[in-house]
C-alpha cells in the first residue's frame, strides 16, 4: 500500500519542477513555441510557492487549489488572447491522472517522459 500523503507531495513537487522549466534559458533551444510558455508557467510557479509556503494545509489540498488556480487561469487565457498555449491544460491533466493512480494505489508520475 502506496502513502497517499507521500505521493500526492510528489506530485506538488514534480508540478512545482515542471512549473520551472519553461522560465529556464534552455527550454526554448529547438523549442520556440516555448517562449509562449513562459508567462503561464511564471503564474503557476508563483501561485505553488505560494502553496508550498503553507504548511497548515495537506499536499492533497494543495493540489486541489493548484488544479481551481489552474482552471480559472486556462479561462482567462483563452478570453485574452486568440492563440493560447496548452501549459494550464497539460498540468490540470496531469493532477487528474495523479488522483486517479493515487486512488487506485499505483505512485504517481515523477518524470516527464
Not at 534559458?25 to 508563483?46: H, N, V
Not at 493560447?84 to 517522459?113: C, D, H, W
Amino acid at each position: 500500500m502506496i502513502n497517499r500523503e507521500k505521493e500526492f507531495r510528489n506530485a506538488f513537487y514534480f508540478l512545482k519542477r515542471w512549473s520551472k522549466s519553461p522560465l529556464t534559458p534552455s527550454y526554448t533551444i529547438g523549442y520556440s513555441r516555448g517562449l509562449a510558455d513562459r508567462e503561464p508557467a511564471q503564474r503557476c510557479y508563483d501561485y505553488i510557492l505560494l502553496l508550498g509556503k503553507d504548511s497548515t494545509i495537506s499536499f492533497e489540498e494543495k493540489l486541489n487549489l493548484l488544479y481551481t488556480f489552474l482552471e480559472k487561469a486556462n479561462e482567462e487565457n483563452r478570453k485574452r488572447t486568440v492563440m493560447s498555449t496548452a501549459f494550464y491544460s497539460i498540468l490540470q491533466s496531469y493532477i487528474r491522472s495523479s488522483i486517479i493512480n493515487i486512488e487506485k494505489g499505483e505512485p504517481v508520475q515523477t518524470r516527464r517522459k
